[in-house]
């Protein structure tokens, strides 16, 4: 039987973080994985990383196991205080970003002043926390630009006694570090495109929609309040993006319905509610035949968001699941919008108001289980409306 010698142990395992790290394409979440994960490789007590944005470092994620065991999970994410720092030689980070080079410090507090660059205690102090040993790599992409730092902080013997970062722990760290690079670079990539395409399907929103004075903020509103939804119902974070993306397109349709209607300050008669129920076919019939998953999520919205959960709905009167779920997701949001935004027909109504009225008619309106679910996030709604009023 062939043993694996540690060394080999340790390659494998790199290999395999690599893999996770590159399979990722959410940056907040590749993020933290970078520093859970290169802490859990070497065994060390706290980590940290910075993200490069021009000549800028932020410091973007932070992790204490000190910490967290003596106050508490939600105690050490509310210690955590986003900054940036300029890159320079003066802090550590901005001297790794600066050069290029590693720096493995056996105690920090223990700078010589010829270093040039110097420990900023204040966490420390304020924490009754010690730094001791540091390890700390430039992320360096493929082309050799350093993209951010990784630092880690107090390793970790057996015996859970804090220890130096040895050479092996600095080349490997390193390597770790350049394949999250190559991952960070791919991960705000994929961001950019996705902010490309949510600009894009927006102001494509706000164009079929441009005769209401309130479509931006409008639009803005129901993707955001749908988004949270989703979460909140328990769906994936892929699906929660996926229904973020595709809710602005939901009342494309409307392009195809006359001033006279859409504009009218009162209640529509008969023919004229005829003539606005067509804007789900008008829109579905707009986005379809596409192969963009987005916009085949638009498509189905646009289509069912008018539908109720006891089939009254329109226009193809579906009942209950037989509606597509993220249809029956930008419903909820749809409404609650609706009924707390000014119209040419009614003044808005206040926030606990609107809550009431989903709650009256969820298993009638809606999906039974979705309005509760919408109240039980009321803080996340609230800053979304006053966010985009």
């Given at each position: 039987m062939v043993t694996l010698s540690r060394a080999e142990e340790k390659l494998k395992r790199l290999n395999r973080i690599g893999i996770a790290l590159s399979s990722t394409r959410d940056l907040?979440?590749?993020?933290?994985?970078i520093v859970t994960e290169a802490r859990a490789f070497i065994g060390c007590d706290a980590g940290s990383l910075y993200l490069r944005d021009a000549e800028q470092l932020h410091?973007?994620?932070?992790?204490?196991?000190?910490?967290?065991?003596?106050?508490?999970?939600k105690a050490e994410k509310a210690l955590f205080r986003p900054f940036s720092v300029a890159i320079n030689r003066e802090s550590i980070a901005g001297y790794?970003?600066?050069?290029?080079?590693?720096?493995?410090?056996?105690?920090?507090?223990?700078?010589?002043?010829?270093?040039?660059?110097?420990?900023?205690?204040?966490?420390?102090?304020?924490?009754?926390?010690?730094?001791?040993?540091?390890?700390?790599?430039?992320?360096?992409?493929?082309?050799?630009?350093?993209?951010?730092?990784?630092?880690?902080?107090?390793?970790?013997?057996?015996?859970?006694?804090?220890?130096?970062?040895?050479?092996?722990?600095?080349?490997?760290?390193l390597s770790l570090a350049s394949q999250a690079?190559?991952?960070?670079?791919?991960?705000?990539l994929t961001k950019e495109l996705k902010e490309a395409h949510y600009d894009t399907i927006f102001r494509l929103a706000v164009a079929a929609e441009y005769r209401d004075e309130d479509t931006a903020a409008h639009i803005h509103r129901v993707s955001e309040y749908s988004r949270v939804l989703a979460r909140a119902i328990g769906l994936e974070s892929e699906q929660q993006e996926l229904v973020y993306y595709a809710s602005p397109m939901h009342d494309v349709g409307k392009l195809g319905v006359p001033d006279a209607v859409l504009l009218k300050p009162g209640r529509l008669d008969p023919e004229e509610r005829k003539v606005m129920e067509q804007h789900p076919l008008i829109g579905a019939r707009?986005?379809?035949?596409?192969?963009?998953?987005?916009?085949?999520?638009?498509?189905?919205?646009?289509?069912s968001h008018q539908e109720k959960?006891?089939?009254?709905?329109y226009p193809n009167h579906l009942k209950g699941e037989d509606i597509p779920l993220f249809g029956r997701i930008v419903a909820v949001a749809?409404?609650?919008?609706?009924?707390?935004?000014?119209?040419?027909?009614?003044?808005?109504?206040?926030?606990?108001?609107?809550?009431?009225?989903?709650?009256?008619d969820a298993g009638s309106h809606f999906d039974p289980a979705f309005p509760q679910a919408f109240t039980g996030i009321i803080d996340e709604v609230i800053e979304i409306y006053s966010k985009y009023q």
């Open positions: 907040d979440q590749l993020l933290g994985m410091f973007v994620v932070s992790q204490n196991d000190t910490i967290r065991k003596r106050l508490g999970e790794v970003a600066t050069t290029g080079e590693n720096i493995n410090l056996a105690d920090a507090y223990e700078i010589p002043a010829e270093a040039g660059y110097s420990l900023d205690r204040d966490f420390d102090k304020r924490n009754n926390y010690r730094t001791q040993s540091m390890l700390v790599v430039p992320m360096k992409d493929h082309g050799g630009s350093v993209v951010g730092v990784l630092q880690l902080i107090n390793a970790l013997d057996e015996q859970g006694a804090v220890r130096c970062f040895s050479t092996e722990d600095e080349e490997l760290v690079a190559v991952a960070v670079s791919n991960a705000r707009i986005l379809s035949g596409s192969h963009s998953r987005v916009l085949q999520a638009a498509e189905q919205i646009a289509l959960w006891d089939g009254s709905g749809d409404v609650f919008d609706a009924l707390t935004t000014k119209r040419p027909y009614k003044e808005p109504m206040g926030i606990a108001d609107a809550m009431g009225i989903l709650q009256k």
